[in-house]
């Protein structure tokens, strides 16, 4: 069983920066694939950022290519969320995610809420303009 808690998130202006923080409970952290996932208001959660095992293998909604920046430190059993040049769209309540390895054989499963396991409870973060 693996317990994630995520914090950073806060209200800021568009064009800012804000950098999430997840940490994992459990001894198995480097075995998982972590990613983050967001849910604006009234919408369904969304896809935003995904890293393999190691982090060298990273994916990302194209709606944050470019900004955001998913890193692993596994000694630490962290996660972060870079997310600079912030925009009102950005707004929502993100998650932290985690599902092991064996569930993510090909590049697409990344992508797909169910392949995670295991959730947090998520960090909201508001994007003024």
């Known amino acids: 069983q693996v317990q994630l808690v995520e914090s950073g998130g806060e209200s800021v202006q568009a064009g800012d920066s804000l950098r999430l923080s997840c940490v994992a409970s459990?001894?198995?952290?480097?075995?998982?694939?972590v990613g983050w996932f967001r849910r604006a208001p009234g919408k369904d959660r969304e896809f935003v950022a995904a890293a393999g095992l190691t982090g060298s293998r990273t994916y990302y909604a194209d709606s944050v290519k470019g900004r955001f920046t998913i890193s692993r430190e596994n000694a630490a059993n962290t996660v972060y969320l870079q997310m600079n040049s912030l925009k009102p769209e950005d707004t929502g309540v993100y998650y932290c995610?985690?599902?092991?390895?064996?569930?993510?054989?090909?590049?697409?499963?990344?992508?797909?809420?169910?392949?995670?396991?295991?959730w947090g409870q998520g960090t909201q973060v508001t994007v003024s303009s």
């Open positions: 459990g001894r198995t952290f480097s075995t998982k694939v």
């Open positions: 995610v985690a599902g092991g390895s064996a569930r993510f054989y090909l590049d697409s499963h990344y992508y797909f809420r169910e392949r995670y396991e295991y």
